[in-house]
């Protein structure tokens, strides 16, 4: 069992995740519970750092930062122990969690479970801080921000655990934004190469990280909502979204679509006139990659000659938002190698992603999504697809009408509305 910040945040709200998990071991579960520092906490021991110093060493903020989730471990363990149920914390030193040494942003490795199985055998809850790790040489690590879920599904794998329940605000992962649709429907199951997609697009449920090392591991994911009474379904029952290998989807419950995410945090960038020769676009990529930034979506216009010159080309591609300013620099200096005649730079974008693994095996889904679009007047004006997934920039003001019209148009509405 995992649990975020909302869920550790107070007194309250610890002792009714110690209630949770007290109804899991009843039921004859041996449970390892990993905990997030409560809400805020985080962003809290982050700011103590950059006030201390701005160029702080990232060995000591992960000391500090790694406190957050030291303190909610200790504190379920007596919540639980309060209820009667014998529990103690492992903090990541002293299973260990082994990770390199990449500070405040780790990577784990080894999970020493000896110590943990034996103490669940005896009949033991074990709490587990989220997010932190141990080096070689024993210095403490955290895995980058969110990393909790990282943790758990580590964890998991490390164990052989039958599921990994991640406990969060949302009761699972849906169509679509709620928020925007009401009736996005929530996904009994969803598969791990989907739900990537739909981490990385914006639907911002779990670490896409965590995803990712589910899917190489294997571990049986599922997402379901800690804010629910004493009279809640056992989790043994899934009311929640499974993560799942595709395999375990049958023909029945396979979708053509499976969600619609958006994203608003891309910028769009365009070289005007761009010499339509070998090499050309790699002198425009190679200086963001020197700069670390990764580049999304990518279109190269067809070449226009004008009369006795050299033939050109547009080259637009998506960034980070908050890499654009150095996303400009970087082109900007290397404007002479490139050769191109304008940069154009646009904020006001939103990516719009249509993710299914049914994709695979039918035709047409692109094109639905283009006619729909061009039926309420939404331009598109970058595209990018991979197997399963089809995604379309558009101007930013039409995210929330663009997610609508393709809810319905691949048949993804709910009867009644949420
Ligand atoms: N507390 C850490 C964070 O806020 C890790 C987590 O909650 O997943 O990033
Ligand atoms: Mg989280």
Redesign the pocket.
Known sequence: MKF??TSMAGSERIRSVAARVKREVAAGNQVAVVV??MAG???RLVGFCREASPLYDPREYDVV?AA??QVTSGLLAIALQAIGVPARSWLGWQLPIHTDDAHAKARIGEIDTGALDASLAAGEVAVIP??QGVTDDGRITTLG?????TSAVAMAAAMKADRCDIYTDVDGVYTTDPRIVPRARKLAKVTYEEMLELASVGAKVL?TRSVGLAMKKNVRVQVLSSFTGEDAPMADTLPGTMIVGEEEITDVERQLITGIAHDKNEAKITLTAVPDKPGAVASVFEPLAAANINVDMIIQNIAHQSAGSASATDVTFTVPAADLARSIEALNQARGAIGFADLVHDTRVAKVSVVGVGMRSHAGVASTMFTTLGARGINIQAISTSEIKVSVLIHEDETELAVRVLHTAYGLDAEEAA
């Open positions: 975020g910040g997030s520092a906490e985080t962003d930062v957050g989730e989220g997010f921000r969110g990393g909790s879920d670490q």
